[in-house]
């Protein structure tokens, strides 16, 4: 194994044995949605209780290092904590679930996907949720990162008239994105309707 789409895989395959729901987001879910790029960047949201660590750690066996005990802190915390895979040192960042209606509603958004050439389809996050994300990742960044704000436009153009305008405009109102979305449908040459 020596990429993030390989490491995908092993990962959906552990999550999905441990009967754990989760979906792969960040640049490769915005790859997927639009244009590709570059990255090393394995970024995964995962729906996981305390209760599910051991499985999802035997799961991993020896080719991990996985700290259980930090699992535990980042899901009490609804946090972050990350996997190694030993034999490359690549990492994954796993983002537990944040206990919103938004969050709620990427679970249930999220679709199968093939990352890269995989023949097995994993969960990914919906292209409204990931442009959402990049907005959100953007404001963050002081509206400088020209990286979010290029996924962003690379999902628009390739999504274009495919995209969910009502739950974008939904979120993007709630979380207080309306602004930053309208310069990108504007950069975009994306009309709604």
Do not use: C
């Not at 991990?64 to 994954?92: G, V």
């Not at 704000?149 to 274009?160: C, F």
């Amino acid at each position: 194994m020596s990429d993030p789409e390989d490491l995908i895989q092993i990962l959906a395959r552990a999550f999905d044995a441990a009967g754990i729901t989760y979906w792969v987001g960040g640049s490769m879910a915005s790859t997927i949605h639009g244009f590709a790029r570059l990255t090393q960047d394995v970024d995964i949201v995962a729906d996981m209780g305390e209760d599910q660590v051991e499985a999802f750690v035997a799961e991993l066996a020896d080719r991990f290092y996985a700290d259980p005990d930090m699992m535990r802190e980042a899901i009490r915390t609804r946090s972050s904590f990350n996997i190694i895979y030993l034999a490359t040192m690549m990492k994954a960042d796993i983002f537990i679930m944040p206990d919103t209606d938004w969050a709620r509603s990427e679970r249930a958004r999220r679709q199968r996907a093939r990352v890269g050439q995989s023949a097995e389809a994993v969960y990914v996050a919906s292209a409204e949720d990931m442009i959402l994300q990049k907005l959100e990742s953007y404001r963050l960044t002081g509206e400088r990162s020209d990286r979010q704000w290029g996924d962003v436009q690379g999902m628009l153009k390739v999504q274009g008239k495919a995209l969910d305008f009502d739950y974008l405009r939904r979120w993007a109102g709630e979380l207080g994105l309306n602004q930053l979305l309208d310069h990108a449908f504007d950069d975009a040459g994306i009309k709604e309707g």
